[in-house]
């Protein structure tokens, strides 16, 4: 079967809303975009759990530690998850982190600015939580099998943490002013990264058009952003805080609220390595890789000495 024929029963099943599996013909440039797609998702779920685990020790009572310690647990979890799913597009791990350590690879621009009091925990669960959660919900329909199941249970989670970083801001802004005001410079600092999460305008997004075809993409760059918005607003407004954008109003005739213009040019500085805390970031980030080389040694050790004891007593039976 030539490759025209292959190409068109692969785009045809996936026309369908088929899933492609792991052992499925593929395009190469479909195997490429999900390996750069995937373990971008899986790097910025390792790195993001620099800027809240910094907090861990410091946060104010043991019930916030604990469930932020659960949450940075998770957010490990999920770059496991997804470390996997790639791995079963042909790629070694090693080989994806080493990319990440060296500055070939990128992960989210957002984990490149600092959590400077309590309250960047809570905006960090409700904006950057919450817009990865409108990101990832459509990629539990995405198109490769591994990828969409892999993210039904990571959004699960997502739901949770955004919950709780609510639930913070929310308890900040029923305290004194001071607390009040910590939660309002929070959400000045953070409400632009997070829409800038979504990616460059759709007529910036060169590889989208093609995503969307092969539906690893479910809705585009812009589509999302204004989700959030019209989502995110609401909510800014029982808590009794104001979004940072003065042209922000509600377009009665489009059903959708207007926001002002994204600096762009920060968000491809921050991308080419020049954000507040890229080189911190990296430089955690190898230090507990290399930390942890020991842990890692030690569970393979593990594996292969039961491996062995399995044949030795499958060889006996």
Not at 75 to 85: D, I, K, N, P, V
Request: aromatic share 10%.
């Amino acid at each position: 079967m030539n490759e025209l024929t292959l190409e068109q029963e692969f785009q045809a099943k996936i026309d369908a809303d088929l899933k492609i599996e792991p052992k499925d013909w593929m395009p190469d440039a479909y195997r490429k975009t999900l390996i750069r797609q995937i373990s971008q998702h899986a790097h910025s779920e390792i790195v993001g759990m620099l800027p809240e685990g910094n907090w861990i020790s410091r946060a104010p009572s043991l019930r916030r530690k604990v469930a932020l310690l659960a949450k940075v647990q998770d957010e490990g979890g999920h770059g496991l998850y997804l470390y996997s799913a790639t791995e079963t597009l042909g790629i070694d791990r090693e080989e994806l982190i080493e990319d990440l350590h060296s500055g070939k690879a990128k992960y989210s621009s957002i984990f490149n600015y600092p959590s400077l009091n309590w309250a960047d925990i809570g905006a960090i669960g409700w904006l950057v939580d919450g817009a990865a959660i409108m990101n990832q919900v459509a990629l539990c329909r995405t198109s490769y099998g591994p990828y969409a199941r892999a993210m039904v249970r990571i959004c699960k989670e997502e739901s949770f943490h955004q919950r709780q970083g609510y639930e913070i801001l929310l308890s900040l802004c029923r305290g004194t002013e001071v607390q009040k005001r910590m939660a309002q410079d929070a959400i000045n600092r953070w409400w632009w990264p997070s829409l800038m999460m979504f990616g460059p305008p759709d007529t910036d997004s060169p590889n989208s058009e093609q995503s969307m075809k092969w539906r690893i993409k479910r809705q585009s760059n812009d589509e999302l952003r204004q989700r959030f918005i019209d989502m995110t607003v609401p909510q800014a407004d029982f808590l009794g805080l104001v979004v940072p954008d003065p042209q922000l109003k509600w377009n009665e005739e489009r059903g959708h609220y207007d926001f002002g213009p994204i600096d762009w040019e920060e968000f491809r500085n921050v991308l080419k390595g020049n954000g507040q805390c890229n080189r911190q970031r990296m430089k955690d980030r190898i230090k507990a890789h290399e930390e942890g080389a020991w842990v890692r040694e030690a569970a393979m050790a593990y594996a292969e000495k039961r491996s062995r004891r399995q044949e030795q007593v499958s060889s006996v039976a």
